[in-house]
Structure formats: structure tokens, C-alpha cells
């Protein structure tokens, strides 16, 4: 009998639902997008009923085209973006769309959180003001609110009927003990100590926490009382896909957002301001970007339109001749990718823009300016870490749909320094990270060295030392942007 893992790769948009067989292999896969609603500004939420109902539908269709029976369906497993927030009401309905993770409202909340800790705990884009802002302006729907849970839970919940947590979707403890006293603390400062009823019991990722029910089965075309794993957050099921999820491994992810995650033994010497740390135990640090491939497609609308509506998705095509055609340094343009405020380094007014255009700047050096100010905030991330560890990787995986471009990975290996590799497959990262953690839950693979050695390297590229110079000079001009705009940027947007 074939053996499969069905796998549920929620993104902020879109949904990747795959299923695959023992060796790895995919067999059948389909797609979904869903919109994030932004009823105000710096407000962003989601329907998590509409999420289930693509994944229900994507399951079907995926089962029907790969003629696979349902019951040679092992397991199930979900992967979503961490720390959104959703009330669910005693019967298990949702209170209202979620609270995820680019919203920024709670502003106010995480002034006074980090003032009441004592240090800076995080943004308004930190879990823990977002659920002081719910607790202070929806008191009904609050107290009305059985369980708090992020998108992870609340989806195997749907499956299951069973509320569990796990690790990096916990809203009040960590996968690592000796951060446990700090989320307590931490809790206590934001006033949600009384709450904490509220959150629900915590497994490990790879643990079976409850099987199909006959009506989630019926729903997703599956067999009735398929185990469905603990999964995790996107951002650590892309630190298993990518097999970099041992200690000291380094990668890159490249989507609309962009981040850099590093996995360490003390996150807490890599406390500061300018970047967060994955609470997972796979003691993820991260640095992350709000906008990453998201600036370039902005760009390609504004100036590619025409040939956009022509092209379709072939046009990063066009883009990687137009930006191998501008030579690296575009010239000295350089632009900053802030188009919805930056995480790195936290100022959510912060916004993008284009210096040192001239008449003969034309929209090849804006592409190119675009993809190498991303390569630079990820060399500012890369230099905060090796400062803070004595650690600066020699080798760096990327995988995301930047990854696919040629040209970009060039710039990232010129202006970092390093080898950058790209594996098979790296649009799929989190769904094979998802993979893996199931696998792993069903005793198919024994450990995570065995995940490393799974992943094949397509690509390889050695940064150019022709090109380092003038990318030393740019990078050099580039972090001075921020600190000289800081006050422009108060008083054209409001204030940090």
C-alpha cells in the first residue's frame, strides 16, 4: 500500500495544498488565494472561515486529480502564518476576522507594554499588543471569547474538534523553557495574567493531536479518523524545509515579506530593537523585513504594466534581463523598500523611495535598485547577528519566489559576501518543512539531520569580488537613509 501526507501551506494570501508521498515526492497539488481585508489604516484581517473553506476545496480537488484513495492517507498537517488572533466564542465560532500578524494598531498598547516590562518587548505588530488592544476596545466580544487561538490551532481545530497549541503558534509559553519566566512576565505587564483561560494547552509539532472528524473528513474528502499532526508556524516550516534547522544554520526566505532566520542556542544575547526571535524549539532568531518580493511587484505594476497584462507571471522574466543589463550599484540609485513601514529597523512610518536619479535613470535601475536595497537590509540583519553571536555563516540557502531569480541571488551573494544556494523546488519550502514534521510525527524519518541531508541544492552562486566594492559603497549610503530620515518621516506620517 502507497503511504501519503496531506499538507496545508497557509500563506498571508494564498494556500499551497499538496499531497505527497513517502519518499517526499509530490503527487498532486492546487492553490487558493484569499484577500486581507484593511478596514482601516494599519488594520489587517482575515476571514479564518474562508481559509478552511479553500483548504476543504483544494483537498477535494487535489485527492480527485491524483486518483489517490483516502484511505492511504497517513496524516495531516497544517502550516500557517504564526500569531494571529481569533475568538472563538464556548460552541467554537468565530467572534470576528482575525487579527494577523502585518496588522499594526496596537501602537499605543505596545508603548505602554514596553514601558510597563521595563525593555522593549516589541511593536504593534507584536502578538502581545494586539491582544491588549482586543482586550481594551472589544470588551464584549473579549469576555464572549472562550479560547484565544492563532490560525494554526483554529484549523486543527476544525479538523480535529480538539483545541491544541503548539509551540510557535503559543500565544502565553515558549518551546524553550528558560524563556518561559520572560512570556510571564511579559503577560503580567500587558494585564492578561487574569486571561489566561483563555489560551489553550500546548503539544509538540510533530505530536498527533486528535484525528478527523466525520464531518472534517466529509469536508476534505479524506477518510474519517486520519491523524492530523501539530504543524507549525510558516516561518520554522520553512526553516525544516529548506534544511537549515540546526544550530548555526542560516537561510533567507524571499516572498512578499522577506526574512532572515538564524538558529541559535542563547536568543536572548539577540534581544534589541531592531529585529525578534522565533519562539519555537528550533530556536529560531529572526530578522525580518515587512516588504520583500512585495516591493518588487509594486514596481513592476507601476512600471511594468503593459508588459505585465501581456506577459502574465513571465514577466520576471523581462525583469532579470532588464536588471543584467543595468551594471551592480545601478549606477548609485538606490531605493528603500519601507512601501508599508519596515520591521527591520522598526519604524512602521517609515516608506519607500528612490535617491540619486538623474535624466538617464530609466526603469532598469529602478528594478535593480529595488532588488539590491532588499540585499542590503538583509547584509544590515546578517552584521547585527555575527556581531552579537561571533558567528557569520560562510553559506546562506534562499528559497521563496525571489529565489528563482538568477540575478537577485547574484546580488545577494555579492553583497553579503557568501555562497548562496538555492534548493529544488523553493516556491515549496513550507510545504516540504510540513512534510518533514508529519514524516517525523509517523516515524518515517528518524531526526532533523536526516531532514538536512533530504534537501538537493539546485544552485550555487560565489559572491563576484569585482563587484564588492561598489556594493560596500551603496550598502555604506544605504544605512544612512533611515537615521537621516527619521524625523522627515515623523512629520510626514505620524509618529513611531
Request: net charge negative.
Amino acid at each position: 500500500m502507497s503511504e501519503y501526507v496531506m499538507t496545508f501551506d497557509v500563506g498571508t494570501s494564498s494556500l499551497k495544498t499538496a499531497l505527497i508521498d513517502r519518499s517526499g515526492r509530490v503527487v498532486g497539488e492546487g492553490d487558493a488565494t484569499y484577500p486581507v481585508k484593511q478596514p482601516q489604516p494599519g488594520f489587517a484581517e482575515q476571514d479564518p472561515e474562508e481559509i478552511w473553506s479553500h483548504i476543504c476545496d483544494t483537498s477535494r480537488a487535489v485527492l480527485r486529480r491524483s486518483a489517490v484513495s483516502p484511505v492511504d492517507v497517513q496524516a495531516v498537517v497544517f502550516v500557517a502564518p504564526w500569531k494571529n488572533i481569533i475568538g472563538l466564542d464556548a460552541d467554537g465560532n468565530v467572534l470576528r476576522d482575525s487579527i494577523i500578524w502585518m496588522d499594526s494598531r496596537a501602537t499605543d498598547q505596545a508603548a505602554r507594554l514596553n514601558a510597563a516590562y521595563g525593555s522593549f518587548v516589541g511593536t504593534g505588530q507584536e502578538f502581545w499588543p494586539r491582544l491588549m488592544w482586543m482586550k481594551e476596545n472589544e470588551p464584549e466580544l473579549w469576555k464572549r471569547s472562550q479560547h484565544i487561538v492563532g490560525l494554526n490551532t483554529f484549523l486543527k481545530f476544525r479538523a480535529t474538534g480538539v483545541i491544541s497549541t503548539e509551540p510557535s503558534d503559543d500565544l502565553i509559553r515558549s518551546g524553550n523553557p528558560r524563556l518561559n519566566d520572560h512570556y510571564a512576565a511579559i503577560l503580567d505587564a500587558a494585564g492578561l495574567t487574569e486571561d489566561l483561560d483563555k489560551f489553550p494547552p500546548s503539544s509538540e509539532s510533530t505530536d498527533v493531536v486528535g484525528k478527523l472528524t466525520t464531518s472534517s473528513a466529509e469536508a476534505l474528502g479524506l477518510h474519517e479518523g486520519t491523524p492530523v499532526i501539530g504543524g507549525f508556524g510558516d516561518l520554522v516550516a520553512i526553516t525544516w524545509g529548506v534544511g537549515r534547522a540546526r544550530l548555526g544554520d542560516t537561510h533567507i526566505y524571499f516572498g512578499t515579506s522577506s526574512w532572515l532566520v538564524s538558529v541559535v542556542e542563547d536568543r536572548f544575547k539577540l534581544e534589541a530593537p531592531q529585529y525578534f526571535s522565533v519562539n519555537s524549539s528550533t530556536e529560531g532568531a529572526v530578522f525580518a523585513l515587512q516588504t520583500g518580493c512585495l516591493a518588487l511587484d509594486w514596481l513592476v505594476d507601476q512600471l511594468y504594466r503593459v508588459e505585465r497584462s501581456v506577459l502574465k507571471g513571465d514577466i520576471y522574466g523581462l525583469i532579470g534581463k532588464d536588471v543584467a543589463e543595468i551594471p551592480p550599484g545601478s549606477e548609485g540609485v538606490i531605493a528603500t523598500h519601507w512601501l508599508t513601514g519596515e520591521l527591520a529597523p522598526l519604524s512602521k512610518n517609515s516608506k519607500g523611495m528612490f535617491i540619486n536619479l538623474t535624466t538617464s535613470t530609466d526603469r532598469r535601475h529602478m528594478a535593480r535598485a529595488m532588488m539590491e536595497c532588499i540585499c542590503f537590509s538583509h547584509r544590515r540583519s546578517l552584521d547585527a547577528y555575527a556581531e552579537r553571536t561571533g558567528n557569520r555563516p560562510e553559506t546562506i540557502r534562499v528559497v521563496g519566489g525571489g529565489a528563482v531569480s538568477d540575478v537577485w541571488m547574484q546580488i545577494l551573494a555579492d553583497v553579503l559576501q557568501v555562497t548562496v544556494q538555492v534548493p529544488d523546488a523553493p516556491r515549496y519550502a513550507g510545504t516540504l518543512g510540513a512534510f518533514y514534521c508529519a514524516a517525523l510525527g509517523l516515524g518515517w524519518i528518524e531526526d532533523l539531520d536526516a531532514v538536512s541531508d533530504a534537501v538537493r541544492i539546485k544552485k550555487e552562486y560565489q559572491p563576484d569580488p569585482a563587484n564588492r566594492e561598489v556594493y560596500e559603497r551603496n550598502y555604506r549610503a544605504y544605512s544612512k537613509l533611515h537615521p537621516a530620515l527619521l524625523e522627515v518621516h515623523k512629520e510626514l506620517n505620524g509618529d513611531y
